[in-house]
């Protein structure tokens, strides 16, 4: 009978000739910030397996990924993910021990939970008057809104894992040397992950003092919390962590990443969700009009009726979401996974040991599920056409068991942030909308400026 050839791994087109030999045709574009995009020239001239190095391949194509991201390991490469010296779920690279920590916290995490919790809905509550009063006293001038909304994810994810008590108050003009030395670190990313034995001659002190100086705020805050936490709380992620007896560095390492993990990446989706929009006019007045039976007046502003039930539902309003998260990706990069034993990919023989990842970025820009895929284009979620492909391809999130666990949270945030926005304002854009080439993105040159009109 007629058996199909395996093709060997060297079969596997090269992103360049070299590739078989040395990663340095993929190392040098990582360093120098062009690694998604070339990546992605790579898939597009060879299809959806390519060999970036002598272990490591990239894949992009949605049919290839459950294979890898049901039950691979997580590739070492996260281990500079790791804080206190201890891995967080997000850099626990097997999968049983990972699913150990996961099961601590999910149910915090799940959609139901969400919907739920008064700490959200008190923070929705404290903080969106005052992000709509800093937009309008913008005064139709042009305003930096990625640190504005960096400053009020950060307030929604400590207050849910620390209560809000507890958690910053950055929003309303609290200490922003926090921030600072958040995101002063970035430009050591690449090579903190690529070559860490390099990084610790080149990376300077300060960046050190950075992480040290952020991870001692993070203690504190699982302090303060620790000291008001009694027996049966459950109020926040930190506490669920405390009943379960988690030691206490593995505790602040978790919450630590989930301060990174939670507002970082929400920050950004929500200042380009605003530059998409300002492209669409008619589309945000259609948006307004949608919304208006979901609003209600406080403090002088119209705000999501965060009783009631319906945003989830909004159709326009998720679709905006969804559209934004595909052209831009908060983490566009590699996820990199590590074939457990010689298997095959896409008909290609994969040994054992080699490092394989998808990234966002390519997936989300394939011209043969997303017509015109450098528009955004939100009506494309409403319609039944390719909806199947798209939810398939559609990867901001990532997939499986690794996937994002605060895609729920995330989502929920940017639903009220973005209702409200756009209820009491009309947004304009003029600046081109550019990200950095990186595992998670960030907007080039660190500013988003964005013009609000109050309608
Ligand atoms: C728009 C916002 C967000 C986006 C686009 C996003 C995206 C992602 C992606 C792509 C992954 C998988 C990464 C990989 O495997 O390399 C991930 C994992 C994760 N995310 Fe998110 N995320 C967002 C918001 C959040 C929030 C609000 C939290 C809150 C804590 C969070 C916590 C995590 C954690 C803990 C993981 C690791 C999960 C695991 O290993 O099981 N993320 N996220």
């Given at each position: 009978s007629h058996r199909r050839r395996r093709k060997s791994p060297s079969d596997i087109p090269l992103l360049h000739p070299l590739s078989a030999f040395t990663a340095l045709p993929i190392l040098i574009p990582t360093l120098l910030g062009r690694r998604n995009t070339t990546i992605h020239r790579a898939h597009v001239r060879h299809g959806?397996?390519?060999?970036?190095?002598?272990?490591?391949?990239?894949?992009?194509?949605?049919?290839?990924?459950?294979?890898?991201?049901?039950?691979?390991?997580?590739?070492?490469?996260?281990?500079?993910?790791?804080?206190?010296?201890?891995?967080?779920?997000?850099a626990i690279l097997p999968g049983r021990e990972h699913a150990a920590r996961k099961k601590l916290l999910a149910a915090a995490y799940s959609n139901s939970a969400v919907l739920k919790s008064s700490v959200l809905r008190r923070t929705a509550n404290e903080t969106l008057p005052v992000l709509l009063k800093e937009l309008a006293n913008s005064q139709g001038r042009e305003l930096e809104v990625w640190m504005v909304f960096v400053r009020l994810t950060m307030d929604f994810i400590t207050a849910s894992l620390f209560t809000r008590d507890v958690g910053s108050r950055f929003l309303d003009g609290g200490d922003q040397h926090i921030l600072e030395l958040y995101h002063s670190r970035r430009a050591f990313f690449a090579l903190s992950s690529e070559l860490p034995w390099l990084a610790r001659w080149i990376v300077p002190k300060w960046v050190d003092?950075?992480?040290?100086?952020?991870?001692?705020?993070?203690?504190?805050?699982?302090?303060?919390?620790?000291?008001?936490?009694?027996?049966?709380?459950?109020?926040?992620?930190?506490?669920?962590?405390?009943?379960?007896?988690l030691p206490e560095v593995d505790a602040a390492s978790e919450m630590l990443d989930h301060i990174g993990?939670?507002?970082?990446?929400?920050?950004?989706?929500?200042?380009?969700?605003l530059v998409a929009m300002s492209e669409r006019p008619e589309l945000q007045r259609e948006l307004r009009e949608s919304l208006e039976p979901l609003m209600e007046v406080r403090d002088g502003w119209k705000l999501p009726k965060l009783d009631g039930e319906g945003l989830e539902e909004h159709g326009l309003l998720n679709a905006v979401i969804k559209e934004s998260l595909r052209l831009y990706t908060p983490i566009p990069g590699s996820q990199p996974r590590v074939a457990p034993k010689d298997l095959e990919i896409l008909g290609h023989i994969v040994p054992a040991g080699t490092a394989v990842s998808a990234q966002a970025w390519s997936l989300h820009r394939d011209p043969a599920v997303w017509k015109d895929h450098e528009t955004f284009f939100p009506e494309r979620w409403l319609g039944e056409e390719k909806k199947a492909e798209m939810e398939r391809a559609w990867w901001a999130f990532g997939s499986g068991g690794r996937g994002c666990i605060g895609r729920y949270l995330a989502t929920w945030e940017m639903r009220v942030v973005v209702a409200s926005v756009y209820a009491n304002f009309e947004t304009e854009c003029n600046g081109a909308a550019a990200v950095l080439d990186a595992y998670t993105t960030a907007p080039l040159g660190e500013k988003v400026g964005v013009v609000f009109r109050k309608v």
């Amino acid at each position: 009978s007629h058996r199909r050839r395996r093709k060997s791994p060297s079969d596997i087109p090269l992103l360049h000739p070299l590739s078989a030999f040395t990663a340095l045709p993929i190392l040098i574009p990582t360093l120098l910030g062009r690694r998604n995009t070339t990546i992605h020239r790579a898939h597009v001239r060879h299809g959806p397996i390519v060999r970036l190095s002598p272990t490591e391949i990239s894949i992009s194509s949605p049919a290839a990924l459950s294979a890898v991201y049901t039950s691979f390991p997580k590739h070492p490469w996260y281990n500079i993910f790791r804080n206190y010296g201890a891995a967080p779920m997000f850099a626990i690279l097997p999968g049983r021990e990972h699913a150990a920590r996961k099961k601590l916290l999910a149910a915090a995490y799940s959609n139901s939970a969400v919907l739920k919790s008064s700490v959200l809905r008190r923070t929705a509550n404290e903080t969106l008057p005052v992000l709509l009063k800093e937009l309008a006293n913008s005064q139709g001038r042009e305003l930096e809104v990625w640190m504005v909304f960096v400053r009020l994810t950060m307030d929604f994810i400590t207050a849910s894992l620390f209560t809000r008590d507890v958690g910053s108050r950055f929003l309303d003009g609290g200490d922003q040397h926090i921030l600072e030395l958040y995101h002063s670190r970035r430009a050591f990313f690449a090579l903190s992950s690529e070559l860490p034995w390099l990084a610790r001659w080149i990376v300077p002190k300060w960046v050190d003092d950075a992480n040290d100086k952020l991870e001692a705020w993070c203690r504190d805050l699982c302090d303060r919390r620790r000291r008001q936490w009694r027996q049966g709380d459950e109020e926040c992620s930190l506490d669920r962590l405390i009943s379960a007896g988690l030691p206490e560095v593995d505790a602040a390492s978790e919450m630590l990443d989930h301060i990174g993990a939670g507002h970082e990446t929400t920050a950004l989706a929500l200042a380009f969700i605003l530059v998409a929009m300002s492209e669409r006019p008619e589309l945000q007045r259609e948006l307004r009009e949608s919304l208006e039976p979901l609003m209600e007046v406080r403090d002088g502003w119209k705000l999501p009726k965060l009783d009631g039930e319906g945003l989830e539902e909004h159709g326009l309003l998720n679709a905006v979401i969804k559209e934004s998260l595909r052209l831009y990706t908060p983490i566009p990069g590699s996820q990199p996974r590590v074939a457990p034993k010689d298997l095959e990919i896409l008909g290609h023989i994969v040994p054992a040991g080699t490092a394989v990842s998808a990234q966002a970025w390519s997936l989300h820009r394939d011209p043969a599920v997303w017509k015109d895929h450098e528009t955004f284009f939100p009506e494309r979620w409403l319609g039944e056409e390719k909806k199947a492909e798209m939810e398939r391809a559609w990867w901001a999130f990532g997939s499986g068991g690794r996937g994002c666990i605060g895609r729920y949270l995330a989502t929920w945030e940017m639903r009220v942030v973005v209702a409200s926005v756009y209820a009491n304002f009309e947004t304009e854009c003029n600046g081109a909308a550019a990200v950095l080439d990186a595992y998670t993105t960030a907007p080039l040159g660190e500013k988003v400026g964005v013009v609000f009109r109050k309608v």
